[in-house]
Nanobody, 126 residues
Framework: QVKLVESGGELVQAGDSLRLSCAAF????????LGWFRQAPGKEREFVAA????????YYADSVKGRFTISRDDAKNTVYLQMSSLKREDTAVYYC???????????????????WGQGTQVTVSS
């Protein structure tokens, strides 16, 4: 059974850095495109970052560009989200997601991903 498990979320101060991890189980990890989404209270789940199966291309939401970095370690079946210069508005539950590689991939759309983790809470206080 495929499982994605996020970790690393915690309470931090504005301006701090934090790294989230997402470990995948029972997944041909190196063949999957991966994404991070987040959902703040009362808001829709939104795209944060994505990385292609090859690791060659990454994508970011405008709100996090220059502050967040997505990366993957296929040897560990893990995708990371390095977050820096955190702001209060980054407070949310962060989810990782996966879908098998395809030629056409709408990386910013929730419906493009088949597998989802349970989420990890990031809270940024000022």
């Amino acid at each position: 059974q495929v499982k994605l498990v996020e970790s690393g979320g915690e309470l931090v101060q504005a301006g701090d850095s934090l790294r989230l991890s997402c470990a995948a189980f029972e997944l041909a990890f190196s063949s999957y495109n991966l994404g991070w989404f987040r959902q703040a209270p009362g808001k829709e789940r939104e795209f944060v970052a994505a990385i292609r199966w090859s690791g060659s291309t990454t994508y970011y939401a405008d709100s996090v560009k220059g502050r967040f970095t997505i990366s993957r370690d296929d040897a560990k079946n893990t995708v990371y989200l390095q977050m820096s210069s955190l702001k209060r508005e980054d407070t949310a539950v962060y989810y990782c997601a996966a879908r098998v590689r395809t030629t056409a991939w709408d990386y910013g759309s929730r419906s493009s991903y088949r597998y989802w983790g349970q989420g990890t809470q990031v809270t940024v206080s000022s």
